[in-house]
């Protein structure tokens, strides 16, 4: 195994008002100057509507706050379309079995739980494939993120990562708040605990790079830390009409 990569581990988963007072008439009675009849109920209306309004403005303010405190999905079901692709294999040397085979499709979420749809509609792409436990993704995602921000993928082609191997129980969880902190611009879908969206990919170790064309076939895959330099020529391979 390559030092650029990281082994992908098997098996993860109003009130009453008061009387007038004594010698006062009914009717159009004597009233103090600067007070008119029925200034007393406005008031109460007033400030029954001032309690109505504080009391809304604070179920909205905690309704805010439990949106806003609302836990992130770091794992979510995943459903594969297609065949899965056979394992990538581990040897440099060795030809890729997927090569020239359909693309399974994935359908998940995001971590806020939008959906994520990888398949094959006329776009060529590139999925890539990241643990937040990994040392050689934790070096590969800040690269392709300044890339992909100074304009480095070429126009068309599409771009999405997966975000897999997710485990509470290793370093430098959560996911999202890994790829928030490096500011990663593509969308990510949330692989679930068993891996399947990484399985059907047929993914060995970390970071895991397929590249598909518009045909949704598998043009290459490459796996471990990979330069900016050979994802561009890639891409741009992929990105040229009749490839």
């Not at 200034?39 to 949106?67: E, F, H, M, S, Y």
């Not at 993704?137 to 975000?163: D, I, M, N, T």
């Not at 490096?182 to 969308?187: A, D, F, R």
């Amino acid at each position: 195994m390559s030092q650029t990569t990281s082994k992908h581990p098997k098996g993860t988963k109003g009130g009453k008002g008061g009387k007038g007072g004594k010698g006062r008439g009914k009717g159009t009675g004597w009233q103090p100057p600067g007070r008119r009849r029925g200034g007393a109920p406005l008031l109460w209306g007033l400030a029954v509507l001032v309690c109505i309004l504080a009391v809304a403005a604070v179920a909205l303010t905690r309704n805010g706050d439990k949106q806003a405190a609302r836990p992130r999905s770091e794992t979510a079901p995943v459903t594969v379309g297609g065949t899965p692709l056979p394992a990538f294999p581990e040897s440099a040397s060795a030809a890729d079995p997927a090569v020239g085979k359909a693309a399974p499709g994935l359908r998940g979420t995001n971590f806020d739980g939008k959906p994520v749809v990888i398949s094959a509609d006329g776009k060529p792409k590139l999925v890539m494939f990241v643990a937040h436990w990994c040392p050689h993704c934790q070096r590969e995602v800040p690269l392709v993120a300044k890339w992909l921000k100074g304009g480095g993928a070429p126009a068309g082609v599409q771009l999405y990562s997966v975000a897999t191997g997710t485990s509470p129980q290793q370093p430098n969880y959560p996911p999202s708040a890994w790829l928030a902190r490096e500011g990663w611009p593509p969308p990510v879908l949330t692989d679930d605990a068993n891996s399947t969206a990484a399985q059907a990919y047929g993914l060995t170790s970390y970071p895991y790079f397929v590249f598909i064309d518009a045909g949704g076939k598998v043009v290459k895959r490459m796996a471990g830390e990979q330069p900016v330099s050979t994802l561009q020529a890639e891409l741009a391979a992929i990105a040229k009409p009749g490839t």
